[in-house]
Structures are given as structure tokens and as C-alpha cells.
């Protein structure tokens, strides 16, 4: 796997990977080559795309090469719905309702995808479906079609345990290796273990779950210890404390 600035690519670099995964973190509309957005058009290879500057790939494609090879509209797709980005709060993928949750004054929303119908437009999957709890509206939270999936927001800035990152990490099963079987799996996780941790009670978890054969991984952090307290007026701080407990003096 290869990570680089998109601005980095050359032409016919597509052909030395097995799929295409860009990520429109920024706003961009001159400084991508358009051997780029030529060689995503033109691939066999999967593509899968988040967030913004898929408009700069139609419009460098031609909008029509675009809308006639993958049936739906970037120029003419918005964030907006009704003059607001509105309030999508969920995301449903294979009959399972997942949360959005975002940071109050951090949305920038999510791209709503204007698919087309009518002769000479191939169909367009929804993969999975948005909800815009201010007014009701649903729309393709991620779409596919071709050799492309789109996803019209970057799914893993803000996440939680019920996010709709979950949409992502398993649709790039059926974008990258279709024919892998389906396994539903669990990993167990041990938080906060620390060198303040008890040894003989992270032996005898790990021994318990051996014993289960569960897998299980271990979440470690630091010991901070501020004997000074220079941020704290004086008074000395260390955190986890030898108990275990996470504390900071006030």
C-alpha cells in the first residue's frame, strides 16, 4: 500500500495497484493532474472515493463521459438540502441503523449524490442510506456503481462505537475482494492498562481468556508523573494513579 499526496500522481500509476482509494479531505480544483482523474475514470480497478473534488473529476472526464459511465451527477450534487446542510444523525447499511454524531459547529454535511434515471444511465446502488432528521430526507450515503464507490463524507473524522465507520470498513470487503467469505468476528478489548496495572491481574485475565479462547487485545497507556506541579500551582500530579484510578490534582 502506497499513501501520497494526490498531487504526487502520475500518469498510468493506477496500473501498479490493485484498486484507487482517494480521500477529498481538502478542497482542491487546479493542482490535481488530470492524468488522475483520467486514469480513475478509465480503471478497471476499484475506486473508492471520500468527501470532496469528485466534481473536479467529471469536469476534467466531461460531465457526460462521467454521468454515462457511473449515472449520477457530481456538478449538480450539493451538501446542502433545502439552503442547510440539514442534520444527518444516522446511516443505515444492510438493515442496520448506525449513528452520526458530529461535534456541535463541525459539520461540514455530507455530499447527496444526484443520481440519474432515464435511457443511457447505468443504475446506481445505495449502498447505504443517510437520514436528514430536520426534515425527514434520505438519500445515497454511499453509492456504487461501475468500478466506483462513493461515499459522500470522510466516515472516520468523528466516531463512536455505534458510527457509521462501520459502513466503511465493511464495504471495502465488496470494493476490494468481493469473493472474501463472511466472518462475524469479535476482538476484546483490555483498556488503560498501564505500568500501574497489577501483573497477577492481567495474568489471570489473560489466562481466563485463553482459557475461553477468546482473542482479546490490550489498550495501553503512559504513566504521566508531574512531581512539580508546575500547571497545577505547586501540587504534585501523576496520572493513572498506583490504584489504577486516573486522577490530576485540581
Known sequence: MTAKPVQQYTAGMV???????????????????????????TTTKPVIWMGANIWNMANSVGVAQFTQKYGWDPTTSYYEDGGSIGTVTQVTYKNQTLTRKIPAGQDGGVLRPNVLTGPGY???????EGLDSSNAHT?????????????????FAYVSESDRIIVLEDLLFD????????RHRALLRLEDISPSSEPSELRSMADLLKAENI?????????????????TTGSPRRSPSPSGRRWSAP
Open 122 to 128: 447505468p443504475a446506481v446502488t445505495r449502498v447505504a
Open 175 to 182: 470494493a476490494l475482494a468481493p469473493a472474501t467469505t463472511e
Open 15 to 41: 496500473n501498479s495497484y490493485t484498486a484507487v482509494v482517494y480521500i477529498g479531505s481538502t478542497y482542491c480544483c487546479c493542482d490535481t493532474p488530470d492524468a488522475f482523474y483520467q486514469d480513475a475514470s
Open 215 to 231: 482473542a482479546y487485545g490490550i489498550n495501553v497507556i503512559p504513566v504521566y508523573t508531574d512531581p512539580n506541579g508546575p500547571t
Open 139 to 155: 438519500f445515497g450515503w454511499a453509492v456504487r456503481s461501475s468500478n466506483l464507490t462513493y461515499i459522500g463524507e470522510i466516515p
